[in-house]
């Protein structure tokens, strides 16, 4: 059965495969100076859409108010921690797009941003999977994850539309035969 938990965990696979992207990009940047922008700025695009817009809109929109529903705590609790999270790895990802202009990469800037934002999202992601998904399992019944999961849906389709899920991994695939085989 799909759940809530298990959508969002393979979600959190798909974008540690991007950090890992973006940790071969920085490498790149730093050693020999250079890196293809045009990737930067797709894989920046794909971080804000697939992980934000998608995933981070997922937690915040369904999965934050239901579990406030079933009793954890948002104000000094982990909702709380998590939605500042998400909020700082948007403005890191503001940062590593501040640094790229007219398709020149501010290489000092960027990489600053980019290493940052990932010991960030890694150390989120952690959190998420071994401390608030696990709650998802004791606190809400099957039902209550199963209608979960629908929402979860129906929020990727309207939100970054119909079939754009797979596109976006079909980018991640060409990226990860390019930065990491």
């Known amino acids: 059965m799909n759940t809530?938990?298990?959508?969002l965990i393979n979600e959190h696979k798909a974008i540690q495969i991007a950090l890992n992207i973006l940790e071969k990009i920085e490498e790149r940047l730093e050693k020999k100076g250079e890196a293809d922008v045009k990737d930067i700025i797709?894989?920046?695009?794909?971080?804000k859409e697939f992980?934000?817009?998608?995933?981070?809109?997922?937690e915040e929109g369904f999965?934050?108010?239901?579990?406030?529903?079933?009793g954890v705590k948002k104000e000094g609790g982990p909702i709380g921690v998590m939605l500042m999270e998400h909020t700082k790895g948007r403005e890191l990802i503001k940062k590593m797009q501040e640094n790229i202009l007219n398709n020149k990469v501010n290489k000092t800037?960027?990489?600053?941003?980019?290493?940052?934002?990932?010991r960030h999202m890694r150390a989120h992601i952690e959190k998420e999977n071994t401390v608030l998904f696990p709650m998802i399992d004791t606190r809400m019944s099957e039902s209550e994850q199963k209608g979960l999961f629908k929402n979860f849906e129906n929020h990727e389709e309207k939100v970054i539309g119909e079939g754009r899920h797979?596109?976006?991994?079909?980018?991640?695939?060409?990226?990860?035969?390019?930065y990491l085989n």
């Open 4 to 7: 809530a938990s298990k959508d």
């Open 42 to 47: 797709s894989l920046l695009e794909f971080l």
């Open 51 to 58: 992980a934000d817009k998608c995933h981070h809109g997922k």
């Open 63 to 70: 999965l934050f108010p239901a579990l406030e529903k079933a």
């Open 109 to 118: 800037g960027f990489i600053t941003a980019a290493l940052e934002y990932v």
């Open 166 to 178: 797979e596109e976006l991994h079909v980018l991640l695939d060409k990226f990860r035969t390019k």
